[in-house]
């Protein structure tokens, strides 16, 4: 068995979708011909170049693990948008970071059992455009609205990326395509922040916004309902399954101390921000119900 069958069986053993492909730099023209993106390194040669993170770097493997949404005790609240908010699914399901970099590290175990090799661990890192390399190793195509779509998982999965300094020879990649005259995405979003061939207009994406430091007024109209995070477009994807939408209370998160997040979300991606962004969402959204109509956000 290679180094490749032995990714490739790690992936179906652990119910992910696996896949390897070259650490050449990407062209950085596509950066800059993309939107804005948050959260990332304004430097191009560490958004581009994984030498640059992993010297000596001829590999990568790429790991998309689905989400987990599993034992959590959120319950539905009501549809009632003067009394409640949406929570998308960054602030119910388990702790992306902890799951893909625990899977990623056993997978390192096990090449090292075949291989000598130097490495690195990237999952939702600031620095390699992860879902180039994503499409780079064939687990899925760009859907529409900006994110990468797997035959497996839609687009409900999360991205690992393991920089290796070996060579792992990988087949052809996969090559897909959102169906020619699919709009759902497009016409879901109440912000207009998606546009057909063009890139996600991350400053009207209430995903976005929601983890935003400081917002203006426009801004804060534009979360909605929205308490942290957004599955709308995820929700109309044709790829993915209907996931059950969850609805907060805002008054709750208002009336919680840091205690009591920390007990109810230390399981989720969400609590990395703090408590204190998370009570700003919810005194938006309380504004927001107080002063427009708000519609309910799918």
């Not at 000598?116 to 529409?144: C, Q, Y």
């Amino acid at each position: 068995m290679n180094l490749f069958e032995i990714v490739q069986k790690f992936g179906a053993d652990n119910n992910c979708v696996a896949g390897a492909c070259d650490a050449s730099p990407l062209d950085p023209v596509h950066l800059q011909a993309s939107a804005f993106v948050p959260f990332v390194r304004k430097n191009i040669e560490q958004r581009t170049n994984p030498a640059a993170i992993l010297p000596g770097a001829q590999s990568i493997i790429v790991l998309g693990v689905g989400a987990d949404n599993s034992d959590t005790e959120l319950p539905s609240l009501g549809t009632d948008t003067q009394q409640t908010a949406l929570l998308s699914s960054l602030g119910t399901g388990r702790d992306y970071h902890v799951r893909v970099k625990s899977l990623l590290n056993e997978l390192v175990g096990q090449l090292s059992q075949h291989a000598s090799f130097s490495h690195k661990i990237l999952v939702d890192s600031p620095t390699l455009d992860e879902r180039a390399f994503a499409l780079r190793a064939g687990i899925g195509f760009l859907g529409r609205n900006g994110l990468i779509i797997s035959p497996m998982f839609g687009s409900r999965f999360n991205i690992g990326l393991l920089l290796t300094d070996i060579l792992i020879p990988a087949p052809s990649p996969y090559v897909g395509n959102c169906p020619p005259n699919c709009r759902l995405c497009i016409d879901a979003c109440p912000n207009n922040a998606l546009a057909p061939s063009q890139p996600l207009n991350t400053a009207r994406c209430i995903s976005y916004l929601t983890q935003k430091a400081v917002l203006s007024a426009e801004e804060e109209t534009l979360l909605g309902n929205q308490l942290y995070g957004c599955d709308i477009c995820q929700n109309a994807c044709p790829f993915n399954t209907p996931q059950t939408k969850t609805y907060i209370n805002p008054q709750d998160w208002l009336n919680m101390d840091d205690d009591a997040f920390a007990k109810k979300y230390a399981h989720t991606a969400m609590l990395w921000q703090g408590a204190q962004l998370l009570r700003r969402n919810a005194q938006i959204v309380n504004k927001n119900s107080r002063y427009i109509a708000i519609p309910i956000l799918t």
